[in-house]
């Protein structure tokens, strides 16, 4: 028996031989050829869902942490309007412009004014969507597009139509401009996209921490937020240090005297904004500013604040109504 078998089984491997070689069964070597193949495949895969599970993670754990830094933001201006609310002493002084102009073009403004709000209330006034209703010159929002949405950061495509008024003259101008704003540094940076009258306009608003009550810390001088509340138990008051930058450039810059007209609007109107940034903080405040700013003044005052060419003269007179329309109200009362 058990040599038939063998015999059975040297001519099987005699038959399969060919060039002195055995003939295997092929579907041996097509497994280890794709078996490279397929183990990379299933590789490929595991790894891509492994990726698309922690990139998931990533997002949710940035927007957890996103989400505690706004609460945190959120209720540190919230203390900080109660201590404003509590003592709302404070004195609003004329902004610092100044104007210059480079050759080839109509001017460059920087704007620098302190303001009685912590920078996350200003930022607020300046980056709502609907502060037309504080910005008298802004006449409409045209369009608004919200382009880029990353919570801290927005990039918006924005279309309005402002109001401009200088001495006896008044108009609008359609504006179509590019705006990044980035609530982590409180800059707010925007830049024309489609050119007209003006072939260059952008600029940079920026609010910056300022420490109002830091005489209490004396002789120790606080130069972060942290030793700010530290020396004065939470209870320091923190405004802004507001500054515009802003550049204009018309499609073709008009010889004196029209540019002289040009540039004296410009700067009435980066005033008239700055003015109703500071009156809407007074409402928030509480301040008797709040009150004064609901009012127009009457004729002859109106007319005499603004013909009035220099701007430290423009805010005495404010100032002059304003405490005649205090004493109105606390007759009134």
Same mark, same amino acid.
């Given at each position: ?86 003592? @709302? ?132 001088? @606080? ?111």
């Amino acid at each position: 028996m058990g040599e038939s078998e063998v015999t059975k089984f040297s001519l099987k491997v005699r038959k399969n031989e060919k060039d002195g070689f055995p003939r295997l069964d092929p579907a041996i070597p097509n497994f280890f050829v794709q078996f490279p193949h397929r183990f990379q495949n299933i590789l490929k895969s595991q790894l891509s869902r492994l990726a698309k599970q922690n990139g998931m993670n990533l997002v949710r754990s940035g927007q957890r942490n996103e989400n505690r830094s706004f609460s945190a933001s959120e209720a540190e201006l919230n203390e900080q309007l109660q201590a404003w609310r509590a003592n @709302p002493s404070w004195v609003d002084k004329p902004p610092q412009i100044k104007v210059t102009v480079p050759k080839g073009s109509l001017c460059n403004l920087n704007v620098e004014v302190d303001v009685g709000l912590p920078p996350d209330a200003v930022y607020n006034i300046v980056t709502d969507p609907d502060n037309r209703r504080v910005f008298k010159n802004i006449k409409e929002v045209i369009s608004r597009k919200v382009l880029v949405n990353e919570g801290h950061r927005q990039v918006v495509d924005l279309e309005q139509a402002a109001i401009w008024r200088f001495l006896w003259w008044s108009g609008t101008i359609s504006i179509n401009v590019l705006v990044d704003q980035n609530r982590k540094d409180h800059t707010m940076k925007f830049k024309q996209t489609k050119t007209g009258f003006m072939k260059k306009f952008e600029g940079c608003w920026r609010v910056e921490p300022l420490f109002v009550d830091e005489a209490i810390c004396y002789p120790f001088k @606080p130069m972060t937020k942290d030793d700010y509340n530290a020396c004065t138990r939470g209870k320091g008051r923190i405004g802004s240090k507001v500054s515009l930058q802003q550049i204009l450039q018309p499609a073709i810059v008009p010889p004196p005297p029209i540019s002289w007209y040009l540039r004296g609007i410009t700067t009435r109107t980066t005033e008239m904004l700055i003015t109703d940034l500071l009156a809407e903080s007074a409402r928030i405040r509480g301040g008797y500013e709040a009150e004064k700013s609901k009012e127009e003044l009457p004729g002859k005052k109106a007319d005499l604040v603004a013909n009035t060419s220099d701007i430290k003269e423009r805010w005495i007179l404010r100032r002059k109504n304003a405490k005649q329309g205090h004493r109105r109200l606390l007759t009134a009362k």
